[in-house]
């Protein structure tokens, strides 16, 4: 079973001319969120998949997928991101990353097809009284947050769920989620 994260970033830039994640329409976010899902003290949660579908400037839409089963080769400092970022954004391959021009909503009705879609939004159902399952999508908007068009395609395939009433960074997010699905589940490996 494979859980995903899908960040919707509206200002993530397209492109590879830029000097910091910061300044690259916050793709420092994009880390976070990448290091959050993935990552584990000393491993890799391989039963992961990232997405993040960037909006930004100058060739939108552009959707990355990072694939805890295949990544290697990465550490979760932000240095070394800002380079993988970099060199997968400008059409070059790295080992667990595609690209593709794929949009947010086309990404979304391909996996609402075979998982269970949930909107993170802090007006949605308790997450403890939702069932999640292990075969799950997970969509967060950035620190902007999710536009209401796109919330609203994805409502149509999924619900909306809620860590509380405190809004929490979408990094923050991914980690209580992992948290919660690594306890129902034995091995995250």
């Not at 960037?54 to 400092?77: C, E």
Request: with cysteine; charged share 25%; proline share 3%.
């Amino acid at each position: 079973m494979t859980r995903e994260f899908i960040l919707f970033s509206r200002l993530g830039k397209t492109d590879s001319s830029f000097h910091n994640l910061h300044d690259a329409g916050r793709l420092d976010i994009v880390h976070e969120c990448i290091v959050a899902s993935l990552f584990l003290s000393h491993g890799l949660r391989r039963n992961v998949v990232f997405h993040a579908v960037l909006n930004g400037p100058t060739k939108p839409p552009l959707h990355i997928q990072i694939d805890g089963a295949t990544l290697y080769d990465v550490r979760t400092d932000i240095d070394t991101w800002q380079s993988i970022l970099k060199k997968v954004i400008s059409g070059k391959q790295h080992p667990g990353i595609t690209t593709s021009k794929t949009s947010f909503e086309a990404l979304l009705k391909v996996k609402a097809e075979t998982t269970s879609v949930y909107v993170l939004e802090e007006g949605g159902k308790d997450v403890a009284k939702t069932e999640l399952t292990e075969n799950c999508v997970f969509v967060l908007g950035d620190h902007v947050g999710l536009p209401k068009k796109a919330e609203a395609f994805t409502l149509r395939y999924g619900e909306k769920i809620s860590l509380g009433k405190q809004p929490y960074l979408a990094a923050s997010c991914i980690t209580i989620l992992n948290y919660l699905l690594d306890r129902k589940v034995k091995s995250c490996f």
